[in-house]
């Protein structure tokens, strides 16, 4: 496809991405030093949240997301969001069973265990990214149960005999980690770290008051107390929210509490249960070896952490994902720029039309997995050619209503079911972004830049005939998109990692 001039179509793009997408001097000062701010701020809290749990959290808050991967926005008028992970402890290891479970979800428990262990890792299951308990399966391997019973209900049982499964069962009920009760437990923490009342996160605890030497932990000033909002806990999410007002800004902050290390992955888990790049596309694998065995040294290396979600325990991929992507310019590539690029593009123009259905997760799969499927460096060397190579892989996806996990097969990240008795409207806003990344692709500068030169005849017409299609297919559903724009405003929907089909597959095997 002929665009006129590239040189001219890749100063273009650079210029949109200094001027709109990316805009350092002035704002690129504050966003570090909001960074600065927001980084040891939160590391107090954790330090107060430490001793409010008597020992959860040891560790100090690990950066992860958009900011610390280089892949933020940095656009007038609007803040940067901070990702942490707060590390939890959790003594024993656990074993992810390769393979489908064998019963229906609800048979499984949520809670980890926290005083059962096996040399082997107490064995758990996953269902898309949920991970499950077993207790019957427990039962039957050679397991060492430990504080099973609170004191006082010891005394009251003494010479009743237990089984294993009954020791498993009682030491579950009264020792875990409840994914609901760590995120409720975890944003009281917060709450007391950031009350003015409160000097010492134990103050009003009889026994540390008699203490000879009480702990000491670091002071938060008022000031900065005042200047941060605690947002309503939302038990759907994984994440205690705050915003801080810093200057100007206002800077969204997500605390996600996780367990680090607890995972054992066996060889069969590694080689069956990883996505492979032949699990769902169908062009050139010559590179996939490769590209798989380094995903495997940075799961092995990294992950995966297990972060609390809608009542469950998820597998989380954050620390791979961060080692993956950290020297994917090391080749004096755009891929960074260009995945910004695609990012502008959705929120000033996707999210605002058809609602928050790409997130900025989803398109940073689309990167992992293009750069798997680009490996050469030559596809990478331009904004344009970068640009281009995660249009069509999104193009792809979408057209297939298939986005797989990068890790995990087979979660489709695509999956949703909106509150609606419509069942089309998550088929409908797959449809609405593919026609749009089509306009897109036809020519890039114009989608970017309405106003600006036109290409080439050839293009100039393919591209009129991209948007005429656009202009009747939103016409023809004009209504439903709306109501699709409604409920995603309003968060009318579900993800579906796994269907119906997936499960009855898996206890058939």
């Known amino acids: 496809m002929s665009e006129g001039d590239p040189g001219e179509v890749e100063r273009c793009l650079q210029q949109v991405h200094q001027d709109q997408v990316f805009l350092s001097g002035d704002k690129d000062w504050r966003v570090g030093k909001n960074f600065f701010i927001v980084k040891s701020t939160v590391e107090k809290v954790v330090k107060w949240a430490f001793e409010s749990s008597t020992g959860l959290y040891p560790k100090d808050p690990i950066p992860v997301g958009s900011y610390r991967e280089g892949l933020h926005l940095q656009m007038e008028d609007s803040s940067n969001n901070f990702d942490f992970l707060i590390p939890l402890r959790f003594n024993p290891k656990l074993a992810l069973t390769s393979g489908g479970i064998a019963k229906e979800v609800s048979s499984y428990e949520r809670k980890l265990p926290t005083y059962i262990f096996r040399e082997k890792g107490v064995p758990v299951y996953r269902w898309g990214t949920k991970v499950l308990v077993d207790l019957e399966a427990v039962g039957e391997t050679y397991v060492e149960v430990h504080c099973d019973k609170e004191e006082a209900q010891l005394e009251d049982d003494i010479g009743i005999t237990f089984d294993k499964l009954s020791e498993c069962k009682d030491s579950l009920q009264h020792h875990n980690l409840d994914p609901v009760e760590i995120l409720k437990?975890?944003?009281?923490?917060?709450?007391?770290?950031?009350?003015?009342?409160?000097?010492?996160?134990?103050?009003?605890?009889?026994?540390?008051?008699?203490?000879?030497?009480?702990?000491?932990?670091?002071?938060?000033?008022?000031?900065?107390?005042?200047?941060?909002?605690?947002?309503?806990?939302?038990?759907?999410?994984?994440?205690?929210?705050?915003?801080?007002?810093?200057?100007?800004?206002?800077?969204?902050?997500k605390l996600v509490p996780a367990i680090q290390g607890a995972l054992k992955l066996s060889n069969q888990w590694l080689r069956e249960d990883l996505t492979h790049l032949s699990d769902w596309w169908d062009g050139d694998l010559a590179n996939e070896k490769r590209s798989f065995l380094r995903k495997v040294a940075a799961v092995q290396e990294a992950g995966p952490e297990l972060i609390p979600k809608g009542g469950y325990w998820r597998l989380s991929f954050s620390q791979a994902e961060t080692m993956i992507l950290e020297d994917s310019d090391a080749d004096g590539g755009q891929r960074r720029a260009a995945l910004r690029l695609l990012k502008f593009v959705n929120e000033t123009k996707w999210i605002p039309e058809y609602g928050k259905v790409l997130t900025s997760y989803h398109l940073k799969t689309i990167l992992l997995w293009c750069c798997e499927i680009y490996p050469q460096k030559a596809q990478w060397e331009t904004c344009l050619s970068s640009l281009k190579a995660l249009l069509k892989?999104?193009?792809?996806?979408?057209?297939?209503?298939?986005?797989?996990?990068?890790?995990?097969?087979?979660?489709?990240?695509?999956?949703?079911?909106?509150?609606?008795?419509n069942a089309t409207h998550r088929l409908l806003a797959l449809d609405a972004l593919r026609r749009e990344a089509e306009v897109m692709l036809a020519d890039i500068v114009a989608y970017l830049m309405p106003g600006g030169k036109p290409q080439d005849g050839c293009v100039h017409d393919e591209l009129e005939e991209k948007r005429a299609a656009l202009k009747e297919f939103k016409e023809k559903h004009q209504e439903d998109l709306k109501e699709l724009k409604r409920m995603e405003d309003e968060h009318m929907y579900e993800e579906v990692e796994m269907s119906e089909d997936s499960l009855k597959s898996s206890t058939e095997n």
């Open 185 to 253: 437990d975890f944003y009281r923490y917060v709450e007391i770290a950031l009350d003015p009342a409160y000097t010492h996160p134990r103050q009003n605890d009889p026994i540390f008051q008699r203490r000879l030497f009480p702990s000491r932990v670091p002071k938060i000033d008022n000031r900065m107390r005042q200047n941060i909002k605690l947002e309503v806990l939302d038990l759907d999410g994984s994440a205690i929210r705050l915003t801080f007002h810093e200057g100007m800004d206002a800077v969204p902050v």
């Open 393 to 421: 892989i999104l193009n792809h996806t979408l057209n297939k209503k298939n986005l797989p996990h990068y890790f995990l097969q087979p979660v489709n990240l695509f999956n949703k079911r909106y509150r609606s008795s």
